[in-house]
Nanobody, 123 residues
Framework: QVQLVESGGGLVQAGGSLRLSCAASGRTFSDYHMGWFRQTPGKEREFVAAISWSDGRPYYADSVKGRFTISRDNAKNTVYLQMNSLKPEDTAVYYC????????????????WGQGTQVTVSS
């Protein structure tokens, strides 16, 4: 499986921006569908965005459409999540995910997860 390491989280005021990065190693990154998820205490992990390896098509949760942008740089083995117009309800631990054969989901089998990075949006 591919190994994933997230970075770029932090504290930002509402309306601000952050860019998360997820560096992959161990397998051919360009062969993997990639995704971002988030989780807050007491809640299930939820889908945020994903990007296909085959055609680069992005997918977004309704709650982040128009504010977040997912992208990938296969030469750097990295997937990004640009987060703009952040809201306090975006506060969560953000996880990177990878799957060879499907767009990542919160309940996927045989996928890979990073360790997570904290994003805190103050009001």
């Amino acid at each position: 499986q591919v190994q994933l390491v997230e970075s770029g989280g932090g504290l930002v005021q509402a309306g601000g921006s952050l860019r998360l990065s997820c560096a992959a190693s161990g397998r051919t990154f360009s062969d993997y569908h990639m995704g971002w998820f988030r989780q807050t205490p007491g809640k299930e992990r939820e889908f945020v965005a994903a990007i296909s390896w085959s055609d680069g098509r992005p997918y977004y949760a309704d709650s982040v459409k128009g504010r977040f942008t997912i992208s990938r740089d296969n030469a750097k083995n990295t997937v990004y999540l640009q987060m703009n117009s952040l809201k306090p309800e975006d506060t969560a631990v953000y996880y990177c995910a990878a799957h060879r054969f499907q767009i990542p989901t919160a309940t996927m089998n045989r996928g890979s997860w990073g360790q997570g990075t904290q994003v805190t949006v103050s009001s």
